[in-house]
């Protein structure tokens, strides 16, 4: 009794310890599920928590689950790779809509261009960018633009686009290597600075700004449909999870049911021994059914709470098994056979002598049985000899025979595990594959209707991941929050950073579930670059990019101006020849000798001017004369007069001395004079046949003299020269209509 009384304590204790720990464990469940709530929390604030976590259990952050990010490595060129990706992302877009050059979408297309020597791609797409920077949305109405827009040629447009880049307040460092040197001379840095500019004016552009509306439609539109279909899909895991639970229930039912059958039969069993007299042991409460159940509860919760949690794709992958699962029957079992009885060995043949031949016994002087004895030894003796042999052949048959069995045993095995083990493989590859379609299926959808790449997102140290911006998929950049760039190029290190990224931040929440979205591409793109640069041999490209070697130096040779100087030269002989027809039909010497010598003169000068200084000083010299020209003819008679007079004497005129102006780079007449002087466009004007002036303003031909420098480019003297040709034209051709 003492035994039976200690057993049924021990039994009680053991209960009561399990309850205990049970309900320990539905508290702390319900503890972590009340945590749960809370979050995601701004990152900050979850690095606080884990810091003060790790201070009071006197542990470090990393063993609480809070893992450092991985360090990028550094760019040098960060400012050039920033300015660089975001031009090829512009092009990537609006590219074929502005008729730019082939493969000037990516980051490498972009370098491509900048690298080539002929540099006929790299004109291009200045020319393809500046087109849309002419439009009157972007450059406005004023008499510049309208100048710029006239004389806008193959000769012009480098001085023309570091106007724009200039009055706009774009372009930076590439705006003013326009001014001081030729476009070839520039670095690719310089070249991007100003392309950059282009572009950013080039958004305001009628082509770009109805691509931006019919992207941002398609984008809504998109929107709106995955909206639905991630409806239907919650609506079908739902119904999964539903059905799922019910199985559970009709499980737990039919369970509950089979105990209290037996407990039933117990109880029958018990009260029928009670009546017969015998002892009984007390019976044990049984409060496991409840307890079953509120744990099923719990676990279908946090089944649901996880798949609510869960990213779209593992989710739909695990529920469509198990649905698979269910649905299918199982096929019915056999009945299993009874083991058949094992073969007991066959016992070891005895090849020893028997006893009377081992020994002669007979008497030794009965020669007869004695040679009868030794006949009968002799066969007896060959007879085991020969089995003996035939038994050992047979036995090393045998074992060939199982050792060959084993081998083809240990064959099929193998063969077996490594089927096994390609067809994990591939069904592996082909999950991973599936995962990349559906994966570039979404990014294609979403490249198709985005005006700009899309960061990956932020970490807890508001920096920002980049893949894919200017097309550079082989690498995951990271943006600081000072501006500086860094890189992480190795695949480890992006399985680290998701690793370390923790799901109860906001902003590393938003990331983590951005690269889960991505993480099959982003290694197929890394396994590719891996494989390039296995095969140059080297570390590729990319690699010399990171080391920073993106800001190449100016050119150092002397670049072809040919193109320029050859159009300035024929421009300005044009004016000559102009000015010459003017003179001859003015004979009063408003442009000097009437029969036109002076421009004669002019026009040889420039036809020989074979430098840009040259040309620079013709230009001027022909200006000043037109100048002259104009004040003769708008001199009223009684100065004209005055002026003669004060030649004759030797004295100067008081009023020759003009008002000087101050250089001042926001100072444009287009401001002072407003919109009263567009009513007068310079066709109307050309088309009045009256006598206007060159120059409206001297602060407009100071400006313009200013562009006529010794050292100029010689795209900005050809500017110089078309827009002398622009403004006095209609000037000399009324000159011609009004002779006298």
Not at 3 to 8: G, H, I, L
Not at 109 to 137: F, N, S, T
Not at 307 to 333: F, L, Q, R, V
Not at 655 to 679: C, I, K, M, P, T
């Amino acid at each position: 009794d003492r035994a039976k009384d200690e057993e049924k304590r021990s039994r009680a204790a053991a209960r009561e310890a399990e309850r205990v720990a049970l309900a320990k464990k539905k508290e702390d469940a319900i503890k972590h599920k009340q945590r749960l709530a809370k979050y995601p929390i701004p990152d900050v604030e979850l690095a606080a928590e884990f810091e003060e976590e790790a201070r009071a259990k006197n542990v470090s952050v990393e063993s609480l689950g809070y893992k450092p990010l991985p360090t990028p490595a550094p760019v040098a060129d960060s400012p050039f790779l920033a300015d660089e990706a975001a031009l090829a992302d512009f092009l990537g877009v609006f590219g074929d809509a502005l008729k730019t050059p082939k493969g000037v979408g990516t980051a490498a297309g972009v370098r491509a261009v900048l690298r080539a020597p002929d540099g006929d791609d790299l004109r291009a797409l200045y020319r393809a960018l500046l087109k849309p920077c002419m439009e009157q949305a972007v450059i406005g109405k004023g008499r510049n633009a309208m100048q710029w827009r006239r004389v806008l040629s193959d000769a012009t447009w480098p001085e023309i686009a570091r106007r724009v880049l200039e009055r706009k307040k774009v372009g930076g460092a590439g705006a003013e290597a326009l001014a001081r040197a030729p476009w070839q001379n520039l670095s690719p840095a310089e070249h991007v600075l100003a392309l950059r500019g282009l572009a950013d004016l080039a958004l305001g552009a009628d082509k770009p700004r109805a691509i931006i509306a019919k992207r941002l439609e398609e984008a809504q539109a998109l929107r709106y449909a995955r909206i639905l279909e991630y409806n239907a899909e919650a609506q079908r895991r739902r119904a999964v999870e539903n059905k799922a639970k019910e199985k559970r229930k009709a499980i737990r039912a039919a369970a509950a049911a089979k105990r209290k059958a037996e407990k039933e039969e117990k109880r029958k069993a018990r009260e029928a021994a009670m009546a017969a007299g015998e002892e009984v042991e007390d019976e044990e409460e049984d409060d496991d059914d409840e307890d079953d159940d509120e744990d099923d509860d719990a676990g279908d919760g946090d089944a649901a709470g996880a798949s609510d949690d869960d990213d779209e794709g593992p989710a739909m992958d695990d529920e469509e098994k198990e649905e698979e699962k269910e649905e299918t029957p199982e096929p019915e079992k056999k009945p299993a056979r009874a083991p058949r009885k094992p073969r007991e060995p066959s016992p070891e043949p005895n090849f020893e002598l028997p006893k009377h031949l081992r020994e002669y016994e007979g008497h030794p002087e009965d020669r007869k049985a004695l040679m009868a004895w030794r006949a009968e030894l002799n066969k007896v003796s060959n007879q085991l000899a020969i089995d003996k042999r035939e038994y050992d052949k047979r036995k090393r048959a045998e074992l060939r025979k199982q050792q060959e069995k084993e081998r083809m045993e240990r064959l099929r095995r193998e063969e077996a595990e490594e089927a096994k083990r390609l067809k994990a493989k591939a069904e592996e590859e082909r999950k991973e594959k599936e995962a990349r379609k559906k994966e570039a299926k979404r990014m294609d959808e979403d490249a198709a209707v985005s005006v700009r790449t899309k960061s990956l997102g932020k970490d807890r140290r508001h920096r920002t991941y980049w893949w894919g911006v200017g097309g550079m998929k082989h690498v995951v950049y990271v943006e600081d929050i000072d501006g500086t760039w860094g890189v992480l190029a190795e695949r480890k290190q992006v399985d680290q950073l998701m690793d370390a990224l923790h799901a109860w931040g906001n902003n590393e929440r938003a990331l983590k579930q951005a690269l889960q979205r991505r993480v099959h591409t982003i290694h197929a793109e890394f396994r590719k670059r891996a494989r390039a640069e296995d095969e140059n041999g080297d570390g590729g490209e990319q690699k010399a990019r990171v080391a920073g070697s993106g800001k190449d130096s100016p050119s150092s040779g002397a670049a072809d101006e040919s193109v320029p100087l050859e159009a300035a030269r024929a421009q300005l002989r044009a004016v000559c020849a102009l000015a010459e027809s003017a003179a001859k039909a003015r004979s009063d010497g408003t442009l000097g000798n009437p029969d036109g010598s002076s421009w004669r003169e002019f026009a040889a000068r420039a036809a020989g001017a074979e430098c840009a200084s040259a040309l620079a000083s013709t230009l001027g010299d022909v200006e000043e004369a037109l100048r002259t020209a104009q004040v003769r003819e708008f001199m009223d008679p009684a100065e004209a007069e005055a002026r003669a007079a004060a030649a004759e004497a030797g004295e100067e005129y008081e009023s020759d001395e003009e008002e000087e102006f101050l250089d001042d780079d926001d100072f444009d007449d287009e401001q002072v004079f407003g919109d009263a002087r567009d009513q007068e466009t310079y066709e109307s004007k050309a088309a009045s046949g009256m006598i206007y002036p060159i120059f409206d303003t001297k602060v407009e031909r100071a400006k313009w003299r200013e562009g006529v420098r010794e050292d100029a480019p010689a795209a900005a003297l050809a500017f110089s020269v078309a827009a002398l040709q622009d403004a006095a034209a209609p000037f000399l051709r009324a000159l011609i209509k009004h002779p006298r």
